[in-house]
């Protein structure tokens, strides 16, 4: 099977670039292990534990490639301020999406939601969808590059773009060098449902363990559902994994400092270890690589899915310009110009967030003194916290077309 482009995996973000290529008149093979299906959606159903928080910026990219109505017919919950505190001193700092005019801080919205929304435009467009497809092997062969699927099907075209998620079988039998290290740190997610109401407010809690967010959800105008990420040690969370659902509801709650009232109703965890990973290059001739499979971030700020939609906006626009232009899309030097404009953005906000998360655990006091005055300083100054904002909000930046105003 020959193709222009093959796109390895179609999880969130490299459904986006099929959607964001689609009437590009390129071949294009869209591959992916699961049955690409879409199941009908009910209300009334449990959230899902994997949850997004998307930005603005996210928003107009789904706008844009008609996925968005699909999200908001089934669930997203909308959210305008946050709310964030250092649980082992005095300070706090809140955001508002009113600070920079803005109706909305961005939406909680489930990864399942935010895939089948992208999955219906998808079969509705001429992208070759081939779902149930596990990448076995991948080698060069001429200027093309051969995939060997586990059925013994075969692939090939001069481009392959890796979204193929964290562990991206397409990085690893490419050979693609990356800097990892561990967190040491394991995020506890599930949705719960709490005494009082969230009032659209997003809250964020640094205890001395890691940082724990209660993200709101709403279902069907019932907003006491939040998602919640815990991150702490692994030793802490295996306890925590081990507790029935009372007493895990309990601990829940004294860790959030009952903000939001008891912790009425827990459903099931998953617990997920951290750690970061970053592509010491996204593209070598022939290949590129985008979301988690080219890096991926704490939890802390919700912002891996929108660094991913990015990724994927930016690729897309560099490939149609060159596309126009007549020139080779497997070159190095027009792949190289989107590493060029993701990378040190991708870097910056990797940075920021291993920044914050050594600050807020680290225990000297006069640490803990500044990351408390810190907090409280910038709480007194409304131009820096809507510098903060229209970073959340990806209003910021080198911002590819489908993301801009």
Known sequence: ?????????????????????????????????????????????????????????????????????????????????????????????????????????????????????????????????????????????????????????????????????????????????????????????????????????????????????????????????????????PEQATRLMALDDEAFRVELGKAFEHRLGRVEAADPRLCIPLRQRHAKRYVEPGLALIGDAAHTIHPLAGQGVNLGFLDAAVLAEVLLHAHGRGERLADERVLSRFERRRMPHNLGMMAAMEGFQRLFQADPLPLRWLRNAGLDLVDGLPEAKALFVRQALGLSGDLPELARV
């Open 1 to 233: 099977m020959q193709a222009d482009l093959i796109i390895v995996g179609a999880g969130m973000v490299g459904s986006a670039l099929g959607l964001a290529l689609k009437d590009s008149g390129l071949e294009i093979i869209l591959i992916d292990g699961s049955p690409l299906s879409i199941k009908p959606f009910d209300a009334e159903a449990a959230f899902e534990p994997r949850v997004s928080a998307l930005s603005a910026a996210s928003q107009r990219i789904l706008q844009r490639l008609g996925a968005w109505d699909g999200v908001a017919a089934r669930r997203a919950s909308p959210y305008g301020e946050m709310q964030v505190w250092d649980g082992s001193g005095t300070g706090n700092i809140h955001f508002s999406a009113a600070s920079v005019h803005a109706e909305v801080l961005g939406h909680i919205v489930e990864n399942r939601v935010i895939q089948e929304a992208l999955l219906e435009p998808l079969h509705d467009s001429g992208v070759g969808l081939l779902p149930n497809a596990r990448l076995e092997r991948l080698r060069r062969s001429g200027d093309d590059w051969l995939l060997t699927l586990v059925d013994g099907r075969e692939l090939r075209a001069p481009l392959v773009i890796a979204a193929d998620g964290a562990n991206s079988a397409v990085r690893r039998l490419a050979g693609c060098a990356t800097r990892e290290w561990d967190y040491l740190h394991h995020a506890i997610v599930t949705s719960v449902r709490c005494e009082q109401p969230h009032h659209r407010t997003a809250w964020q809690r640094f205890t001395d363990d890691g940082p724990l967010a209660f993200l709101p959800l709403d279902r069907q105008g019932d907003e006491h559902w939040c998602s919640i990420v815990w991150s702490t040690t």
